[in-house]
Structures are given as C-alpha cells and as structure tokens.
C-alpha cells in the first residue's frame, strides 16, 4: 500500500512538473509568435490607422501595400539576389568546410587541432573589425558592387561554425567504417564521398541551414559593399521605406512579411532535421 501511494505521488509531481513546462513553453511560442503576428496585422493597415489604434484589426485589409512594396522597394531583383548570394556562398561553404571538418577529424596528423583552433578564431572576430579594411580592398580590385563582393565574406564568416559542427558529426563514425574501406582499397576521395558524407547527413542540413538564414538576413556588409540599385540584396531594399522625413511603415511592414515568408517555409520544411542535428551535435560533442 505505501508503495502504491508512494507512486501515485510521484506521478503527480511529474505531471505538475509538465504542466508547468507546457505553460512556460505556451509563453515562451506567445513571446515570439505575437510580435510577428502583429507585424502581418500592421502590413493590411494604413499609417494613419496604425497611429490611431496599433493595435486594433484593420477595418479594411490593404493588400495594395504589399503590391506597393514589392514595386517600390524592386524586391522582385533583391529577392534573386539574396538568393544567387546564399546559395553560392551555402554550396561553397559546405563542400569546402565539410572537406576541412573531414580532414580534420579523420586524417591523423600533427596540425589537426591547431588547424581548428585557427578556424575557430574566426568566430571570434566581429564583422565590424574587418569592415573598413575589406571595403577598400574590394574597392582596389573592383569588388564592390558586386555580389561576388558579398560572396567572399559571407563565405569566410560560414566557414568557421561550419567546420566546427562538422567535425564533431564526422568524429561521431566509427574508424572501424574506414579501417574496412581501407582495406578494400578504397581512396579518400570514395571515402569521403561514400562513406562519410552520407553519415553526416544531418550534420549538412543543420549548418546548411543556419548558413542559409544569416546570411539572407544580413545588412551591414550588403549595406555597405553594394550601393547600386541592380545589386542590392532584400535586406538593403527593406530599407528604402525609412525616410529622413517619413517612414512608410504599413509599407514597411508588408515588404518585412515578404522578406520572412522564405525563412519561415525553410524553418517549417526542416524543423525535425534542424532539432534532429542540434540534439545529435549536442550528444555527440
């Protein structure tokens, strides 16, 4: 009988303790969801009833503001050249950081932890240190204004926190698996391809990802690498609609639903490999 009642109190502090995880999980999607909610209420408004009530449902939706500002704000071009810019620097990154992470984690030799120890300096190093000194190069060898402009930091920056989470998935395979491909004589090269990418599977999509989603939110080095118009990533263009003297918010907020829309599908896509990758990167560091 104690034993009993000794479960059943136990059973109810454990659903005491979820229903308190589920509250403070409840808030915590509340805290993130409602802003952007609120984002997707304000673009259907204009601006003299969004400084009337903000917080008020329109009395008229206003899809014309989204039509407006993929117009004005030439987000149609922003949008290919934000995505020309994160896949090329998604593909360069991953296939030269997965290479690197492969290399360091499987290849045995001397350097191996200080050649990620080098790679891993450059998580440290803000964006605003090499600013001015990767503008006037770029300016010297006729970089600027182009997207390759972009590409080449957006790749160094991707590089490190790629390598990083690569390598603790490449680590995670057996030596075993290569030890046997080894002796059926099978190369490097087939290893790496056959052997250690398909493992590392969900490793990819997780820094893929992330890779993807920085660098499609980045401003300051699109800012102010690229001031011509043909060349401006969607980022850069959300800025048109705040003025010195009058900020089209309703506007504003149109064109920022615009912008999210591709990283909410991805996020919605991928959510169990995103979550999946995290928890094994975590288990196996």
Known sequence: ?????????????????????YVFLTLLALIYLLPLAWVGIT???????LTLSPWALPARPM????SYSWTMGNLGKATLNSFIVCSVTLIVSMAV???AAFAIAKLRFKLA????????IGMMIPVHCVLIPLFIQFSRIHLSNSLIGLIIPYVTFSLPITIYIMVGFFESIPNELF????????SIYRMFGTIALPLAKTGFMVTGLMSF????????????FISKEAKK???????????????????????????VIPTIIVYCCFANQIVEGLTAGAVKG
Do not use: R
């Open 213 to 224: 989603v920085s660098n499609w939110n980045e401003l300051l080095l699109a800012m102010v």
């Open 233 to 259: 990533t969607l980022p850069v263009s959300l800025t048109k609609f705040v003025g010195p003297y009058h900020t089209n918010y309703c506007q504003m907020f149109a064109a920022i639903v615009i912008a």
């Open 1 to 21: 009988m104690a034993k009993t009642e000794t479960i059943s109190v136990a059973s109810k502090k454990t659903k005491i303790v979820q229903f308190f995880i």
């Open 97 to 99: 950081g997965a290479m």
């Open 43 to 49: 673009s259907l408004k204009d601006d003299k009833t």
């Open 113 to 120: 932890k200080l050649t990620l120890t080098y790679f891993m």
């Open 179 to 186: 030890e046997s491909a080894v002796i059926d004589g099978c």
């Open 63 to 66: 899809f014309e503001n989204y």
